[in-house]
């Protein structure tokens, strides 16, 4: 299940405020109580900022700690955009995600061959 830390696009694609976050959180609260998941995977400084309640963060440096939010593990990784303009960081976003894979129990899959 992909949500949103907001349930509408802000003006101009801009990053949503603090009061929208606010104001939608609730909802994205609800999905994850019916939902039900065993973990969490925030993908930005806005997800993450918004989950938590917290003011701005570096996403650099909270990416892969594990956090928890009401009982839910969750992996703080980056955001795809940030890859787009960033690959090396496709690094840290794997080492992320084999840590999430290994919390499941599961086996990376190996890499790719040219």
Known sequence: FI????????????KPEPDEMAACLPFLERQIAL???RYIVTLGATAYTGLFKEEEVAITKQRGVWREF????VMPTLH???LLRNPAANRDVWADMKAVLATLGRTPPAPARA
């Open 3 to 14: 949500g949103n830390i907001v349930k509408c696009r802000p003006p101009d694609n801009r």
């Open 35 to 37: 939902l039900k998941p």
């Open 70 to 73: 009401n009982g839910i593990p």
């Open 80 to 82: 795809p955009a940030y």
